[in-house]
């Protein structure tokens, strides 16, 4: 349906304690086109999902009677490698000491002799160094009984490498419990169509592990999130070739809390101020309050001007400009959460501005039709008598037509040029504001011709199937499909090829990307098509090779 543009606000989102920002509010005598989002309704289909993290500790055979509040994790109980340390964590309960474990890594013929650390509050570091290409069978056993997943089996192999492709980034250095933990796996120009796999092991499942690949396959950029503080090892490999550096070992320490009843507000801005004139509070955060980050919005009459700055070391000094008299509305987060006061409302006095959006004028083809695939323009005319305001254009339709482009006329005094460019046929309603009232006409009805343009190419999944290429029998697949811009409106459609029915579903997500799930029932290799509209052009690396073990 066309919908009216949406109003913006003034604000400074997630604006961190510590750190000025600028809001995004009105800025003077500079016209910003705020195009509305608006994305074609896309049926069974879903966008891109982030795909779920590979889940940690190998094989999926349990005890009859696991050891209660223990569990093992790390990469040495899934895969190793020959003649270099394969390593994992136990995890107890505190009173729990060395002797209490009984850990056996067997081959073939024998054991393998095993170091343990004991590194206190029930943690224990194994080590072991696996000498053959055979499969090893791990047993991790506290108090005599074994722990869940136990015996593990780990796949050894010899090492290999590649020097194709690198990886780096923070993500592979240290992390924050809570937060995404990013890096970047860059390939060389003969390794753009081989695919990258990642598997994090640690204390958590760090899920979804979400992989995006840059338009020009150049690139990989990955993003895990732990939720529990520990060592977590991560796998990076190009095809079934590990990059160097690989495998990573990277400690994840537990996120500082917030506590947003111990931020407080203060200063005059909280009684009020006049119009033009700059209001300032004060946001500081006592003992025990965390490190935010801090959030500013503010909604009424205009859309204010916000900025912060943290320079007294003292806390954050938040200051806005309005151009209208009337109440505001002050919405102030910490860590996304409200401050216990918030909304404050804010009293502005002073006149209104002597705006005239009457007297500004539309011309131009563009506000009336277009073509799909050509640039549609029109152009604003702004006397001076209009007074002092900044333009706002908005556009909804069948798809968004983004970018929206406002540039100043050379041709004409006080005239703007605006530029959007329609990627499907049909109605759009054109919004034309200044400063923040509608100008006569608007909104403004323009019929858009021509043939949907798709790009299937443009469209990437992500997900653990996919990255690491392997899912046991009977655990729930989910992959992330994200369109990108120009991918055009779709519908996605899906196909799994393979030796047993595993249930495909498509959900839509309201950021317009689709989640894709499925559970296969019987191991084997299985192919998964993903299609991008109504014919059968594959989005970008499809099909993709699923392998499904017991």
Known sequence: PLGKPTRSSGSTPNSPL?????????????????????RASTPNSQSPALGKLTRSGGSTSKSRSPALDAFASGLGLDIAEVNSPASFQVFCPPSTRAEDLDIDVSVPG????????????????????????????????????????????????????????????????SGVTGTPCCFTVRRNESAKCERVRVRVFGPSRAEPIELTENP???????????????EYTIRVALGEAQVSGSPFHVPVI??????????????????????????????????????????VRMVGPSTPEISSDDSSGEGVEVAFRCCDPGEY????????????????????????????????????????????????????????????????????????????????????????QVTY???????????????????????????????????????????????TGRLRCNQLGTIVVRPGEGAGPGPLRAKLEGPSKAGLQLSGNADGTVRVTFTPKSPGNYSLHLLWGDGDSEIRNSPFSIKVVK
């Open 18 to 38: 510590g750190k000025p920002t600028r809001s995004s509010g009105s800025t003077p005598n500079s016209p910003l086109g705020k195009p509305t989002r608006s």
């Open 110 to 173: 024998g054991s393998k002799s095993i170091e343990i650390q004991e590194y206190g509050s029930g943690l224990f570091w194994c080590l072991y160094t696996p000498v053959a290409a055979v499969q090893h069978t791990v047993s991790v056993k506290v108090k005599g009984r074994h722990v869940p997943g136990s015996p593990f089996t780990a796949d050894v192999e010899f090492a290999n490498y590649t020097d194709e492709c690198s990886a780096e980034g923070p993500g592979l250095l």
């Open 216 to 230: 020009d396959g150049s690139s990989v950029d990955v993003a895990y999130h732990p939720t529990a503080a520990g």
């Open 254 to 295: 537990k996120a500082l809390r917030n506590d947003p009843r111990k931020v407080k507000v203060s200063g005059p801005g909280l009684n009020g101020g006049k119009v033009n004139e700059l209001i300032r509070i004060f946001v500081t955060g006592e003992p025990g309050a965390g490190p935010g980050p801090l959030g």
């Open 329 to 416: 509305q002050l919405f102030l987060t910490w860590d996304n959460r409200d401050l216990p006061d918030s909304p404050y409302t804010i009293d502005v006095r002073g006149k209104h501005r002597k705006l005239k959006p009457e007297l500004c004028t539309v011309s131009g083809k563009g506000i009336k039709s277009g073509t799909v695939g050509e640039q549609a323009k029109f152009i604003v005319q702004i006397p001076k008598e209009a007074g002092p305001g900044t333009l706002e254009v908005s556009a909804t339709g069948p798809q968004s037509p983004e970018p929206i482009d406002i540039q100043n006329c050379d041709e004409y005094d006080g005239a703007m």
């Open 421 to 467: 460019h329609p990627t499907a046929p049909g109605e759009y309603t054109i919004g034309v504001l200044f400063g923040d009232l509608h100008i006569r006409g608007s909104p403004f009805s323009a019929h858009v011709t021509g043939d949907v343009v798709r790009n299937a190419k443009l469209v990437r999944a992500s997900g653990s199937p996919l990255s």
